[in-house]
Protein backbone atom coordinates (compact mmCIF):
# COMPACT_ATOMS: atom_id res chain seq x y z
CA UNK A 1 0.00 0.00 0.00
CA UNK A 2 1.16 3.61 -0.34
CA UNK A 3 0.59 6.91 1.46
CA UNK A 4 -2.68 8.14 1.40
CA UNK A 5 -5.05 10.77 2.59
CA UNK A 6 -7.25 8.03 3.72
CA UNK A 7 -4.04 6.01 5.23
CA UNK A 8 -2.80 9.38 7.42
CA UNK A 9 -6.49 9.78 8.69
CA UNK A 10 -6.94 5.67 9.55
CA UNK A 11 -3.05 6.03 11.39
CA UNK A 12 -4.01 9.55 13.31
CA UNK A 13 -7.11 7.42 14.93
CA UNK A 14 -4.86 5.03 16.96
CA UNK A 15 -4.01 8.25 18.60
CA UNK A 16 -7.57 8.17 20.39
CA UNK A 17 -6.41 5.05 22.50
CA UNK A 18 -3.84 4.68 25.24
CA UNK A 19 -3.06 1.53 23.46
CA UNK A 20 0.83 0.98 23.02
CA UNK A 21 1.72 1.30 18.61
CA UNK A 22 4.59 0.68 17.49
CA UNK A 23 5.80 2.56 14.36
CA UNK A 24 8.66 1.48 12.16
CA UNK A 25 10.48 3.58 9.14
CA UNK A 26 13.20 0.80 7.25
CA UNK A 27 15.60 1.96 4.91
CA UNK A 28 15.57 -1.05 2.08
CA UNK A 29 17.20 -1.02 -1.39
CA UNK A 30 16.99 -4.03 -1.10
CA UNK A 31 19.22 -4.89 1.82
CA UNK A 32 17.62 -6.72 3.65
CA UNK A 33 20.69 -8.08 6.17
CA UNK A 34 20.85 -4.22 7.13
CA UNK A 35 16.96 -4.07 7.65
CA UNK A 36 17.15 -7.48 10.23
CA UNK A 37 20.19 -5.74 12.33
CA UNK A 38 18.79 -2.42 12.84
CA UNK A 39 15.15 -4.06 14.06
CA UNK A 40 17.29 -6.23 16.72
CA UNK A 41 19.23 -3.43 17.78
CA UNK A 42 16.35 -0.82 18.30
CA UNK A 43 14.24 -3.39 19.30
CA UNK A 44 17.22 -4.65 21.99
CA UNK A 45 16.83 -1.12 23.00
CA UNK A 46 13.15 -0.45 23.82
CA UNK A 47 12.55 -3.59 25.59
CA UNK A 48 14.29 -2.40 29.03
CA UNK A 49 11.90 1.01 29.13
CA UNK A 50 8.64 -1.35 28.71
CA UNK A 51 6.09 -2.74 30.84
CA UNK A 52 4.91 -6.62 31.06
CA UNK A 53 2.34 -6.07 28.81
CA UNK A 54 4.19 -3.20 26.67
CA UNK A 55 6.99 -6.13 25.94
CA UNK A 56 4.36 -8.78 24.71
CA UNK A 57 2.89 -5.96 22.68
CA UNK A 58 5.89 -5.47 20.68
CA UNK A 59 7.23 -8.70 20.22
CA UNK A 60 3.72 -9.78 18.34
CA UNK A 61 3.85 -6.81 16.97
CA UNK A 62 7.85 -7.34 15.12
CA UNK A 63 6.33 -10.99 14.03
CA UNK A 64 3.81 -9.07 12.14
CA UNK A 65 6.72 -6.82 11.41
CA UNK A 66 8.61 -9.95 10.45
CA UNK A 67 5.91 -11.33 7.97
CA UNK A 68 5.65 -8.31 6.00
CA UNK A 69 8.90 -7.87 5.73
CA UNK A 70 9.37 -11.23 4.21
CA UNK A 71 6.36 -10.83 2.04
CA UNK A 72 8.20 -8.11 0.24
CA UNK A 73 11.49 -9.94 -0.35
CA UNK A 74 9.65 -12.84 -2.12
CA UNK A 75 8.68 -10.15 -3.88
CA UNK A 76 11.90 -8.61 -4.95
CA UNK A 77 11.34 -5.29 -3.35
CA UNK A 78 14.15 -2.77 -4.21
CA UNK A 79 12.61 0.86 -3.71
CA UNK A 80 13.66 3.19 -1.39
CA UNK A 81 12.17 2.16 1.67
CA UNK A 82 9.15 0.98 3.98
CA UNK A 83 6.76 2.16 7.04
CA UNK A 84 4.79 -0.37 8.95
CA UNK A 85 2.51 0.22 11.97
CA UNK A 86 1.00 -2.10 14.47
CA UNK A 87 -1.64 -1.56 17.19
CA UNK A 88 -2.93 -4.95 18.30
CA UNK A 89 -5.36 -3.79 21.24
CA UNK A 90 -7.30 -2.72 17.88
CA UNK A 91 -6.39 -5.47 15.57
CA UNK A 92 -4.38 -2.91 13.12
CA UNK A 93 -1.41 -3.05 11.15
CA UNK A 94 -0.01 -1.62 8.04
CA UNK A 95 2.79 -1.96 5.62
CA UNK A 96 3.58 1.07 3.51
CA UNK A 97 5.95 1.75 0.35
CA UNK A 98 8.13 4.53 0.69
CA UNK A 99 9.55 6.87 -2.13
CA UNK A 100 12.15 8.23 -0.24
CA UNK A 101 14.43 6.73 1.92
CA UNK A 102 13.55 7.92 5.23
CA UNK A 103 14.95 8.82 8.16
CA UNK A 104 14.93 4.89 10.25
CA UNK A 105 12.92 4.53 13.85
CA UNK A 106 11.59 1.95 15.63
CA UNK A 107 9.40 3.53 18.11
CA UNK A 108 6.35 2.24 20.99
CA UNK A 109 3.62 5.09 21.64
CA UNK A 110 0.68 6.02 22.21
CA UNK A 111 -0.29 6.86 18.65
CA UNK A 112 1.52 6.34 15.39
CA UNK A 113 4.01 8.54 14.67
CA UNK A 114 3.09 9.85 11.25
CA UNK A 115 4.79 13.26 10.79
CA UNK A 116 6.84 11.60 8.01
CA UNK A 117 4.60 10.40 5.95
CA UNK A 118 2.51 13.21 5.81
CA UNK A 119 5.81 15.06 4.74
CA UNK A 120 6.61 12.57 1.96
CA UNK A 121 2.66 13.42 0.78
CA UNK A 122 3.35 16.48 0.35
CA UNK A 123 7.09 17.21 -0.45
CA UNK A 124 6.69 14.62 -3.14
CA UNK A 125 3.23 14.19 -4.34
CA UNK A 126 2.68 11.50 -7.35
CA UNK A 127 2.58 13.20 -10.43
CA UNK A 128 1.44 11.68 -13.47
CA UNK A 129 3.69 11.32 -16.25
CA UNK A 130 2.89 10.52 -19.92
CA UNK A 131 5.84 9.66 -21.95
CA UNK A 132 5.26 9.34 -26.02
CA UNK A 133 6.92 9.54 -29.01
CA UNK A 134 6.32 7.81 -32.58
CA UNK A 135 6.33 4.19 -31.50
CA UNK A 136 5.08 3.78 -28.08
CA UNK A 137 3.28 5.43 -24.95
CA UNK A 138 4.60 5.20 -21.17
CA UNK A 139 1.73 6.03 -18.46
CA UNK A 140 3.59 6.35 -14.82
CA UNK A 141 3.07 7.55 -11.74
CA UNK A 142 6.42 9.11 -10.31
CA UNK A 143 6.86 10.03 -6.66
CA UNK A 144 10.24 10.68 -4.66
CA UNK A 145 12.40 8.16 -6.28
CA UNK A 146 10.18 5.52 -7.53
CA UNK A 147 9.20 5.27 -11.17
CA UNK A 148 5.83 2.70 -11.24
CA UNK A 149 4.50 2.02 -14.64
CA UNK A 150 0.99 1.67 -14.94
CA UNK A 151 -0.11 1.76 -18.86
CA UNK A 152 2.30 1.39 -22.24
CA UNK A 153 1.15 1.50 -25.53
CA UNK A 154 2.76 0.55 -28.96
CA UNK A 155 2.04 3.07 -31.67
CA UNK A 156 0.92 2.30 -35.80
CA UNK A 157 2.50 5.14 -36.67
CA UNK A 158 4.07 4.86 -40.57
CA UNK A 159 7.02 7.52 -41.09
CA UNK A 160 6.96 9.32 -44.03
CA UNK A 161 8.17 8.40 -47.48
CA UNK A 162 9.63 9.59 -50.61
CA UNK A 163 6.29 9.42 -52.55
CA UNK A 164 5.42 13.09 -54.52
CA UNK A 165 1.99 14.02 -55.28
CA UNK A 166 -1.25 13.27 -54.63
CA UNK A 167 0.47 9.92 -53.44
CA UNK A 168 2.27 12.00 -50.50
CA UNK A 169 -0.63 13.80 -49.37
CA UNK A 170 -2.85 10.62 -49.33
CA UNK A 171 -0.22 9.25 -47.24
CA UNK A 172 0.09 12.53 -44.72
CA UNK A 173 -3.47 12.11 -44.48
CA UNK A 174 -3.29 8.58 -43.18
CA UNK A 175 -0.58 9.41 -40.90
CA UNK A 176 -2.16 12.07 -39.38
CA UNK A 177 -5.35 9.90 -38.39
CA UNK A 178 -3.19 7.36 -37.15
CA UNK A 179 -1.52 9.75 -34.75
CA UNK A 180 -5.04 11.61 -33.85
CA UNK A 181 -6.17 7.72 -33.45
CA UNK A 182 -2.83 7.05 -31.11
CA UNK A 183 -3.16 10.31 -29.34
CA UNK A 184 -6.48 9.36 -28.34
CA UNK A 185 -5.76 5.87 -27.01
CA UNK A 186 -2.91 7.59 -25.01
CA UNK A 187 -4.77 10.84 -23.69
CA UNK A 188 -8.35 8.08 -22.52
CA UNK A 189 -6.11 5.77 -20.40
CA UNK A 190 -4.04 7.81 -19.32
CA UNK A 191 -7.39 10.12 -18.16
CA UNK A 192 -9.03 6.68 -16.26
CA UNK A 193 -5.02 6.23 -14.61
CA UNK A 194 -5.10 9.66 -13.04
CA UNK A 195 -8.62 10.01 -11.83
CA UNK A 196 -8.41 6.83 -10.12
CA UNK A 197 -4.96 7.39 -8.80
CA UNK A 198 -6.30 10.74 -7.78
CA UNK A 199 -3.63 12.60 -9.38
CA UNK A 200 -3.41 16.55 -9.04
CA UNK A 201 -0.22 16.59 -11.20
CA UNK A 202 0.64 15.55 -14.97
CA UNK A 203 3.95 16.08 -16.78
CA UNK A 204 4.63 15.02 -20.15
CA UNK A 205 7.66 14.19 -22.21
CA UNK A 206 8.38 12.69 -25.40
CA UNK A 207 8.27 13.85 -29.31
CA UNK A 208 6.40 17.35 -29.17
CA UNK A 209 4.29 16.65 -31.94
CA UNK A 210 3.15 13.45 -30.33
CA UNK A 211 2.93 15.33 -27.18
CA UNK A 212 1.09 18.11 -28.59
CA UNK A 213 -1.66 15.41 -30.30
CA UNK A 214 -2.24 13.79 -26.81
CA UNK A 215 -2.82 17.19 -24.97
CA UNK A 216 -5.25 17.82 -27.32
CA UNK A 217 -6.98 14.66 -26.82
CA UNK A 218 -6.98 15.15 -22.93
CA UNK A 219 -10.26 16.20 -21.16
CA UNK A 220 -9.83 19.90 -19.93
CA UNK A 221 -10.43 18.58 -16.33
CA UNK A 222 -6.97 16.38 -17.01
CA UNK A 223 -5.25 18.90 -19.00
CA UNK A 224 -5.69 21.73 -16.25
CA UNK A 225 -3.59 19.17 -14.33
CA UNK A 226 -0.38 19.60 -17.00
CA UNK A 227 2.21 21.54 -15.13
CA UNK A 228 4.55 20.98 -18.23
CA UNK A 229 6.53 19.49 -20.87
CA UNK A 230 10.08 18.61 -22.21
CA UNK A 231 11.73 16.72 -25.44
CA UNK A 232 12.79 13.24 -24.30
CA UNK A 233 14.18 10.02 -25.54
CA UNK A 234 12.30 7.12 -24.57
CA UNK A 235 14.91 4.87 -24.93
CA UNK A 236 16.85 7.16 -21.92
CA UNK A 237 17.07 5.15 -18.33
CA UNK A 238 14.05 5.68 -15.64
CA UNK A 239 16.69 7.36 -13.03
CA UNK A 240 17.74 9.52 -15.61
CA UNK A 241 14.31 10.89 -16.20
CA UNK A 242 13.78 11.54 -12.33
CA UNK A 243 17.04 13.68 -11.92
CA UNK A 244 16.08 15.57 -14.68
CA UNK A 245 12.17 16.18 -13.72
CA UNK A 246 13.52 16.70 -9.67
CA UNK A 247 14.46 20.66 -10.35
CA UNK A 248 10.44 20.94 -12.49
CA UNK A 249 8.72 19.36 -9.70
CA UNK A 250 9.99 21.19 -7.16
CA UNK A 251 9.62 24.26 -8.56
CA UNK A 252 6.21 23.83 -8.91
CA UNK A 253 5.99 22.59 -5.19
CA UNK A 254 7.64 26.08 -4.50
CA UNK A 255 5.05 27.87 -6.23
CA UNK A 256 2.32 26.12 -4.79
CA UNK A 257 3.82 27.45 -1.11
CA UNK A 258 4.30 30.82 -1.90
CA UNK A 259 0.84 30.57 -3.31
CA UNK A 260 -0.65 29.27 -0.29
CA UNK A 261 0.88 31.48 2.09
CA UNK A 262 -0.39 34.73 0.00
CA UNK A 263 -3.80 33.61 0.35
CA UNK A 264 -2.80 32.67 4.11
CA UNK A 265 -1.59 36.17 4.83
CA UNK A 266 -4.59 37.83 2.81
CA UNK A 267 -6.83 35.66 5.29
CA UNK A 268 -4.73 37.13 8.46
CA UNK A 269 -4.74 40.48 7.24
CA UNK A 270 -8.83 40.80 7.14
CA UNK A 271 -8.69 38.57 9.95
CA UNK A 272 -10.51 35.96 7.90
CA UNK A 273 -10.03 32.28 7.97
CA UNK A 274 -6.83 31.70 9.10
CA UNK A 275 -5.11 31.49 12.48
CA UNK A 276 -1.12 31.11 13.36
CA UNK A 277 1.06 30.04 16.53
CA UNK A 278 1.40 26.61 18.57
CA UNK A 279 -1.50 27.59 20.97
CA UNK A 280 -4.29 28.65 18.65
CA UNK A 281 -3.46 25.99 16.12
CA UNK A 282 -3.70 23.35 18.24
CA UNK A 283 -7.24 24.55 19.36
CA UNK A 284 -8.40 25.30 16.07
CA UNK A 285 -7.42 21.48 15.49
CA UNK A 286 -9.12 20.41 18.63
CA UNK A 287 -12.17 22.07 17.48
CA UNK A 288 -12.16 20.23 13.92
CA UNK A 289 -11.58 24.19 11.89
CA UNK A 290 -8.31 23.17 10.74
CA UNK A 291 -8.56 22.87 6.54
CA UNK A 292 -5.00 22.96 6.02
CA UNK A 293 -2.08 23.01 8.46
CA UNK A 294 0.86 24.46 7.21
CA UNK A 295 3.79 23.80 9.28
CA UNK A 296 8.18 25.04 8.76
CA UNK A 297 10.01 22.42 7.98
CA UNK A 298 12.19 23.23 10.62
CA UNK A 299 9.69 22.85 13.15
CA UNK A 300 10.25 21.02 16.44
CA UNK A 301 9.57 17.37 15.70
CA UNK A 302 7.35 16.84 18.72
CA UNK A 303 5.26 19.55 18.06
CA UNK A 304 5.35 18.58 14.35
CA UNK A 305 3.74 14.82 15.15
CA UNK A 306 1.24 16.30 17.44
CA UNK A 307 0.28 18.66 15.38
CA UNK A 308 0.09 16.61 12.16
CA UNK A 309 -1.59 13.75 14.05
CA UNK A 310 -4.57 16.39 15.03
CA UNK A 311 -4.78 17.66 11.74
CA UNK A 312 -5.16 13.96 9.79
CA UNK A 313 -7.68 12.73 12.30
CA UNK A 314 -9.63 15.57 11.71
CA UNK A 315 -8.41 15.05 7.47
CA UNK A 316 -7.10 18.27 6.77
CA UNK A 317 -4.27 18.91 4.35
CA UNK A 318 -0.70 19.28 5.89
CA UNK A 319 1.62 21.34 3.97
CA UNK A 320 5.27 21.91 5.30
CA UNK A 321 7.22 25.27 3.89
CA UNK A 322 10.46 25.27 3.21
CA UNK A 323 12.66 26.57 5.98
CA UNK A 324 13.51 30.40 5.76
CA UNK A 325 10.01 31.81 5.28
CA UNK A 326 9.80 35.21 6.48
CA UNK A 327 6.15 34.78 7.41
CA UNK A 328 6.34 31.51 8.92
CA UNK A 329 9.67 32.88 11.12
CA UNK A 330 6.90 35.81 12.43
CA UNK A 331 4.57 32.92 13.58
CA UNK A 332 6.50 30.65 15.66
CA UNK A 333 6.58 28.00 11.93
CA UNK A 334 2.87 27.51 13.19
CA UNK A 335 -0.20 28.35 10.49
CA UNK A 336 -3.83 27.26 9.96
CA UNK A 337 -5.93 27.82 7.30
CA UNK A 338 -9.80 27.74 8.49
CA UNK A 339 -13.01 25.78 7.39
CA UNK A 340 -14.98 27.99 9.61
CA UNK A 341 -14.52 30.75 12.36
CA UNK A 342 -15.89 30.27 16.11
Known amino acids: MKISEEVLHALAGLSETDRSVLSVYLRTYGDWDLVDRF?????????PFLTGNEKEYLDFSLSLLNDFLI?????GYNRPGLAF?????????????LS????????????AIIAPLAFELDEYEPVGVILADASKARILIVAG????????????????????GWSQMRYQRRRMKQVKHFAKQVASDAAKVFEIDKVNRIFMAGNDRILTAIANELPKSIKNRVIGKIPWDLDAGDDEFIKRVAPIYEKVERESERKLLSIFIGELKRQGLASFGIENV????????VDTLILDKSLDPEIQEELVNLAKDISSYVEFIETGSEIMSKIDGVGAMLRYKI
Request: charged share 30%; glycine share 6%; with cysteine.
Open 71 to 75: QKKSK
Open 145 to 164: QVMEDVSSLKAKIHHLSKVG
Open 85 to 97: FADIGADFCEGLE
Open 39 to 47: IENESKKLV
Open 100 to 111: IPPEQLLAVSNE
Open 282 to 289: RKALMFGQ
